[in-house]
């Protein structure tokens, strides 16, 4: 796996310069997302937590006995909350973070609400081609749970990468996720450049990091916040723009960026049900059962590999 330092010249040698969405998450920005989780216009979470909710015992019922539940991306792991004490008899709980020391640290309270579970936080990048930090055992019941619509996060062809890896590499049976939903674009744009400034806090902790781990001298204030929708492309995409022409020196290397250049941080793509439905048969899953909230504004999807 690239390290920090090493994606980062990357993308910042480009002409069309990119930063992975991944560093959002040191212990901070994980601690940044969890405000974002809570705000008005960030729709996808409150809307996914009720179709949780709304349906969690049919859930259950498909997920089955004696569960193994894995969540790549876990952050504040609240939503498994939702439904694990509907399961029957699950086995263990494995949410993986990139964040290692946050993932630990918010896992601790739900060990207490859980004695019955077996629950080992992972420090993991998930996008990466690293070796598992746990065993698996094929013969057992594992289910991913992937929420959020992270899978927006990813270009197609990651995506199908990604969903086609979760049966050869964690072995996975099932899989429970979210995706976010095409609608109208004032919607789409305000969930991700809210009015308090939570999200351009977000997106600007990336910089902040390379301050931190990197040495870098980035002055915070000279990138603006921008989160635009690539109509073609169906997705969001978020970008820091350069007020004033500046220079990022990393590890001896010097990166100019102009006034009004932009540097793009992350995607998130949104789908039709007929689209996503392509995409998890491109990848050789069967969606099984879709739940949708009443205003259609997200959704829920079972996925399985049987015929």
């Given at each position: 796996?690239?390290s920090?330092?090493?994606?980062?010249?990357?993308g910042?040698?480009?002409?069309?310069?990119?930063?992975?969405?991944k560093?959002?998450?040191?212990?901070?920005?994980?601690?940044?997302?969890?405000?974002?989780?809570?705000?008005?216009?960030?729709?996808?979470?409150?809307t996914?937590?009720?179709?949780?909710?709304?349906?969690?015992?049919?859930?259950?019922?498909?997920?089955?006995?004696?569960?193994v539940?894995?969540?790549?991306?876990?952050?504040?792991?609240?939503?498994?909350?939702i439904?694990?004490?509907?399961?029957?008899?699950?086995?263990?709980?494995?949410?993986?973070?990139?964040?290692?020391?946050?993932?630990?640290?918010?896992?601790?309270?739900?060990?207490?609400?859980?004695?019955?579970?077996?629950?080992?936080?992972?420090?993991?990048?998930?996008?990466?081609?690293?070796?598992?930090?746990?065993?698996?055992?094929?013969?057992?019941?594992?289910?991913?749970?992937f929420?959020?619509?992270?899978?927006?996060?990813?270009?197609?062809?990651?995506?199908?990468?990604?969903?086609?890896?979760?049966?050869?590499?964690?072995?996975?049976?099932?899989?429970?996720?979210?995706?976010?939903?095409?609608?109208?674009?004032?919607?789409?744009?305000?969930?991700?450049?809210?009015?308090?400034?939570?999200?351009?806090?977000?997106?600007?902790?990336?910089?902040q990091?390379?301050?931190?781990?990197?040495?870098?001298?980035?002055n915070?204030n000279?990138?603006?916040?921008?989160?635009?929708?690539?109509?073609?492309?169906?997705?969001?995409?978020?970008?820091?723009?350069?007020?004033?022409?500046?220079?990022?020196?990393?590890?001896?290397?010097?990166?100019?960026i102009?006034?009004?250049?932009?540097?793009?941080?992350?995607?998130?793509?949104?789908?039709?049900?007929?689209s996503?439905?392509?995409?998890?048969?491109?990848?050789?899953?069967?969606?099984?059962?879709?739940?949708?909230?009443d205003?259609?504004?997200?959704?829920?999807?079972f996925?399985?590999?049987?015929?």
């Amino acid at each position: 796996m690239k390290s920090f330092l090493q994606e980062v010249s990357f993308g910042l040698s480009k002409k069309n310069k990119k930063l992975s969405s991944k560093w959002f998450y040191d212990f901070k920005g994980s601690k940044l997302f969890e405000q974002i989780t809570k705000l008005k216009e960030y729709y996808p979470a409150r809307t996914e937590r009720k179709i949780l909710r709304d349906n969690k015992i049919e859930i259950a019922n498909k997920i089955g006995k004696g569960a193994v539940l894995i969540e790549p991306g876990a952050g504040d792991i609240k939503k498994i909350e939702i439904f694990l004490s509907s399961l029957d008899k699950p086995k263990k709980y494995i949410p993986l973070d990139i964040s290692e020391d946050y993932i630990i640290k918010i896992s601790q309270s739900f060990k207490k609400k859980f004695p019955k579970v077996a629950i080992t936080p992972k420090g993991y990048d998930f996008s990466g081609s690293d070796k598992l930090p746990f065993k698996i055992n094929s013969s057992e019941n594992i289910i991913i749970f992937f929420p959020g619509s992270t899978i927006g996060n990813f270009e197609k062809k990651d995506a199908v990468k990604f969903l086609k890896m979760l049966k050869m590499k964690f072995k996975a049976k099932k899989i429970i996720i979210g995706a976010d939903l095409i609608k109208d674009i004032p919607t789409l744009i305000s969930a991700y450049n809210d009015k308090k400034g939570v999200t351009a806090k977000f997106n600007k902790n990336i910089l902040q990091r390379m301050n931190t781990e990197l040495g870098t001298n980035i002055n915070l204030n000279f990138y603006k916040h921008l989160a635009i929708y690539n109509k073609s492309k169906k997705r969001i995409e978020m970008r820091l723009k350069a007020k004033k022409n500046n220079n990022i020196r990393i590890n001896g290397s010097k990166y100019s960026i102009k006034k009004n250049e932009e540097i793009h941080t992350e995607n998130s793509h949104k789908y039709t049900i007929k689209s996503f439905r392509n995409l998890a048969n491109e990848a050789g899953w069967k969606v099984k059962k879709t739940w949708v909230d009443d205003k259609k504004l997200f959704s829920v999807h079972f996925l399985d590999l049987s015929l």
